[in-house]
């Protein structure tokens, strides 16, 4: 749509309900026509930056942290024992547990990446998950993945949306938990996400879908990566 307003401002406070932005003076609203309020002024700054920063024409697509704030009140906020799940359950069969053989040196920078993060995860979650090999499935204890569960549970609406968007992204519960803390960031995230498809790349080279694919990730990630940087803000 054609942009329609001409000014942009942040109201509210965190003790009264969180903070809105306005469109000259007319609060924005979520898809589902809710108040669009979240509850850091960081995030509501970062949110009112992108609509500052629309030319003409509203193009959604480059508003990713408005979109995570409706993403968190239309949807994670209604279904949230079901998003809590989708999320967790990536704990089950996460990214970091299947590494490979052979060749060697793939191996290598799998566990260079990612043995210190599951190490992170056992230390500061309580969750220690087990290592398996080439396509063989792994049970992972339990408690392991009821402190998961727990670490997921705990969020709010809107970090439980960006850690499901960064999760989604990465295929990895402990990449995301990781990227919410600050043990890691957007950049890191992504090349812990994509060795095997980095490694692929180096040896055959880049086609279209595949490019298109690792920059879908990265936006992502980055798109989380700032709205957790701005819920803490």
């Known amino acids: 749509m054609k942009r329609f307003y001409s000014t942009v401002a942040v109201q509210g406070d965190a003790n009264i309900g969180g903070f809105g932005v306005t469109l000259d003076g007319r609060p924005v ?7 669009l309020r979240v509850p850091s002024r960081g995030f509501a700054d970062a949110v009112a930056a992108e609509w500052s920063e629309q030319g003409e024409e509203i193009d959604p697509g480059v508003m990713a942290l408005t979109t995570l704030a409706c993403t968190a009140i ?9 998003v809590v799940q989708e999320v967790a359950a990536f704990g089950g069969h996460d990214l970091l547990c299947y590494r490979v053989e052979t060749p ?10 990612w043995q210190p993060l599951l190490d992170w995860a056992a230390l500061n979650l309580d969750a220690p998950l087990k290592v398996t090999y080439g396509m063989v ?21 809107f970090d439980l949306a960006a850690l499901s968007c960064a999760v989604n992204a990465a295929g990895s519960l402990v990449i995301g938990l ?3 803390v600050g043990r890691v960031d957007a950049a890191q995230a992504l090349e812990a996400a994509q060795i095997d498809e980095a490694y692929q ?16 990730i990265a936006a992502d990630l980055a798109a989380a990566a700032r709205a957790f940087e701005a819920l803490r803000s």
């Open 74 to 82: 239309d949807l994670v906020s209604v279904k949230r024992p079901q």
């Open 137 to 157: 499935s792994v049970a992972q204890p339990p408690a392991a993945l009821e402190s998961l569960h727990r670490a997921v549970e705990s969020l709010d609406a």
């Open 104 to 113: 060697a040196d793939l191996a290598a920078r799998q566990n260079a990446a």
């Open 201 to 216: 790349l180096e040896r055959w080279g880049q086609d279209p879908d595949t490019a298109r694919r690792r920059d879908g």
């Open 29 to 35: 609203r979520t898809p589902a026509k809710a108040l």
């Open 178 to 180: 990781a990227l919410r």
